[in-house]
Structure formats: structure tokens, C-alpha cells
């Protein structure tokens, strides 16, 4: 058995060496686009071919040069370069493709419709051989809600006029009950599914008597519970800042909205020394009364000791309080006095405040 095994192997290497003997050229090299249906695994000496456009590219020359198969198994270049066609993108979409208006054969456009939105037509679209798409763009049709059901004991606001027995997505209304009712839920829409809540039950709501608040009071009001959608008005003490909405209304829980706040005014914590305020610059015994309301601002001047300037730091009044920068430092009775010339809100100001130091 085994001479005939060495016998098979010396045939076969004997058959490569008789083909192999033969100067012959693999198929060419192509670049993209280039037609290789047409193309031979293998090509004698001296053979020729001639390159062509896949169907869908366009050639970069009507007469391409020819290719030959050379002594060396190599061919010879060729000259021809094929480029793909385009289509034009559609000008609605073209936003979307990055300021492009076209693109090339085989490209595939893919489709979406915004929520609420129901696709009539190919969700893709592919540029086609001849510059063409073979799906045109598609509709995104809006989705109708069939008009919502007013509650029992109340009826319904639309946000815009409605006609017809449908209303499209994204439309709007309020519920309203009959008087001294309140919806357990105001608001409604048509939504994205086509579908819309069911109506709110209406029901006797009443909030109790308005609150306090410190430092302010009730304007106008009589002192007892309220109903549904009803307000009342609050004022501040005087030198107080009001915080919030001044009316406060009775809600469909029973509750009310937010009460708003009376913000104190600030003294300004110092015996001496100057300071800037309300676009004057005045001497802490001038400021009378010794008063600043909530959300003012104040500076003080501190001494940049390195530059020998000074330079203003703000603070603000924070319902009461008003900090005193760290940097301030107080001069005392004697320099107050005899030389106020010296302290860092008299000498030259500094051309940059120095940096914050860390806390």
C-alpha cells in the first residue's frame, strides 16, 4: 500500500509543475464599483480586458485603456474609475441629513414618526441604480382621539376649537364641575395612542380658612372656609418683602395653593465705617434708619494689605441677615475718628479685588 501512496503525491506534484510552468495572471485587481461578473479566474499571457461600470456607477472616462496580463503575472493599470450615482435627497429631510442633498446608489433611507404620528407609507427607501428612490417619503398622518366625555355635573374647555366627532393628539382641555364642585383631576389630552382618560368624578371641595402667615396678613377677606377655585390676597408688615404669588387658591384636593412668605429687612451690623448702598456711599451714622430690605445689597470695603488699596466686597440681605464679609475689618474709635482718610473705603481703589481665599 504505501508505494502506491509515494507514486499518487509524485503525480500530483508533477501536475502543479505542469500548470503552474505557464506564465498566467489571477483576476485583476478592481476597485469599487468596477463590473467583476465578467471576469476569469485566470488569464494567459498577453491577454487583455477592459474594464466597465457596474450597473449604478458612472465611468470616469468613455474609453477606459485596456489591462493586460504581463510576463511578470502582473497586470498593467487601468485608467478607469467608477463613481456612484446619486439621488437627490427630498427637501423636507434634508435638515436631517446634515445639510446633505444627495446621496449615493445603494444608500436606504429609514423612516420614523414622531409620537402621536401614524406612518402612511414605506418605512425605508433605497437609492436605486438610475438615481432614483424606490419608496417614496411617507405621511405621518396625526392621531384622532375620538372627543373625550364631559363629567357628570360638569363640561369640558377645549384649549383650541374643536369640530367634527375627533380631536388630534396633542389637543388640550380643562374639566369644569357645576359650582362649589371641583374635578378629582383638571386637565386632559388626547395622547399618543389615540385614546383619551376617562371624565374626573366632580365633588363638593372646600378648603379651610386661609392661614397666617408671619409678619403679613389677609387683604379683603372674610375670616372662613372657601370653595373651589376661590382666593384670597395677603399682604406684608411694612418694611417686609413679599415671596410668592400674593393670592393663594382653594384646589380641587381641598387644599391650598402655596402661601407666600413676609421676608424681615437687615441692620447692618457695623458701629464704623463706610459702605455703599442704594447708590451712595455714606458713613454708617448716615444710614437712618439703620435699614435694609430683604434682597438689597450692600458693600463693604476691605484693605488689601499687600497693595495697600482697597477694595469693595457685596452683600445681600437674606430675610434678616446680612453677613459681614470676612475680609471687613472695623476700624477703631480713635482711627474712625482721626483717621478716617486712612480706611480702605477712602484710599485708592484696587485695579482687580485679590482672589477669594479658600473656606
Given amino acids: 500500500m504505501a508505494p502506491a501512496l509515494a507514486l499518487l503525491v509524485l503525480c500530483q506534484v508533477a501536475l502543479y509543475t505542469t500548470v503552474t510552468s505557464k506564465n498566467v495572471c489571477g483576476r485583476p485587481f478592481v476597485t469599487d464599483g468596477i463590473e467583476e461578473s465578467t471576469l476569469k479566474r485566470l488569464y494567459e499571457l498577453g491577454e487583455e480586458v477592459t474594464p466597465t461600470c457596474e450597473k449604478g456607477y458612472l465611468p470616469s472616462t468613455a474609453t477606459p485603456r485596456r489591462m493586460t496580463?504581463?510576463?511578470?503575472?502582473?497586470?498593467?493599470?487601468?485608467?478607469?474609475?467608477?463613481?456612484?450615482?446619486?439621488?437627490?435627497?427630498?427637501?423636507?429631510?434634508?435638515?436631517?441629513?446634515?445639510?446633505?442633498?444627495?446621496?449615493?446608489?445603494?444608500?436606504?433611507?429609514n423612516y420614523t414618526c414622531d409620537d402621536g404620528y401614524v406612518m402612511q407609507g414605506a418605512n425605508?427607501?433605497?437609492?436605486?441604480?438610475?438615481?432614483?428612490?424606490?419608496?417614496?417619503?411617507?405621511?405621518?398622518?396625526?392621531?384622532?382621539?375620538?372627543?373625550?366625555?364631559?363629567?357628570?355635573?360638569?363640561?369640558?374647555a377645549f384649549d383650541k376649537p374643536v369640530t367634527g366627532s375627533t380631536t388630534m393628539y396633542g389637543q388640550g382641555w380643562t374639566y369644569e364641575c357645576n359650582q362649589r364642585m371641583a374635578p378629582s383631576f383638571e386637565r386632559g389630552s388626547c395622547m399618543a395612542d389615540g385614546s383619551a382618560a376617562e371624565p374626573p368624578v366632580c365633588r363638593e371641595v372646600s378648603c379651610t380658612i386661609p392661614p397666617a402667615i408671619p409678619n403679613g396678613f389677609i387683604t379683603f377677606a372674610v375670616i372662613r372656609q372657601h370653595g373651589y377655585k376661590e382666593k384670597v390676597k395677603y399682604a406684608c408688615n411694612e418694611h417686609h418683602i413679599l415671596d410668592g404669588e400674593a393670592e393663594i387658591e382653594c384646589q380641587n384636593s381641598g387644599n391650598w395653593s402655596s402661601k407666600p412668605v413676609c421676608?424681615?429687612?437687615?441692620?447692618?451690623?457695623?458701629?464704623r465705617g463706610?459702605?455703599?448702598?442704594?447708590?451712595?456711599?455714606?458713613?454708617?451714622?448716615?444710614?437712618?434708619?439703620?435699614?435694609?430690605?430683604?434682597g438689597e445689597h450692600v458693600v463693604f470695603y476691605c484693605l488689601n494689605r499687600a497693595e495697600r488699596c482697597g477694595y469693595p466686597v457685596v452683600s445681600?440681605?437674606?430675610?434678616?441677615?446680612?453677613p459681614i464679609p470676612e475680609c471687613f475689618?472695623?476700624?477703631?474709635?480713635?482711627?474712625?475718628?482721626?483717621?478716617?482718610?486712612?480706611?480702605?473705603?477712602?484710599?485708592?481703589?484696587?485695579?482687580?479685588?485679590?482672589?477669594?481665599?479658600?473656606?
Fill in 274 to 294: 463706610r459702605i455703599f448702598y442704594n447708590s451712595k456711599k455714606l458713613w454708617i451714622a448716615d444710614l437712618k434708619p439703620n435699614r435694609v430690605l430683604h
Fill in 316 to 322: 445681600t440681605c437674606n430675610d434678616g441677615t446680612l
Fill in 329 to 359: 475689618v472695623e476700624p477703631g474709635k480713635v482711627e474712625y475718628t482721626i483717621r478716617a482718610k486712612t480706611l480702605p473705603s477712602e484710599i485708592t481703589m484696587c485695579a482687580a479685588s485679590p482672589p477669594a481665599r479658600p473656606a
Fill in 69 to 109: 496580463c504581463t510576463s511578470t503575472g502582473e497586470w498593467t493599470r487601468s485608467d478607469l474609475a467608477c463613481s456612484p450615482k446619486m439621488c437627490p435627497i427630498p427637501r423636507p429631510l434634508q435638515p436631517l441629513a446634515m445639510g446633505r442633498t444627495e446621496a449615493p446608489f445603494k444608500s436606504v433611507l
Fill in 124 to 156: 425605508e427607501s433605497s437609492c436605486l441604480h438610475d438615481g432614483t428612490w424606490n419608496n417614496p417619503p411617507p405621511l405621518c398622518k396625526a392621531v384622532n382621539c375620538p372627543l373625550p366625555k364631559p363629567p357628570r355635573d360638569g363640561r369640558i
Fill in 263 to 271: 421676608r424681615a429687612p437687615c441692620a447692618v451690623g457695623i458701629k
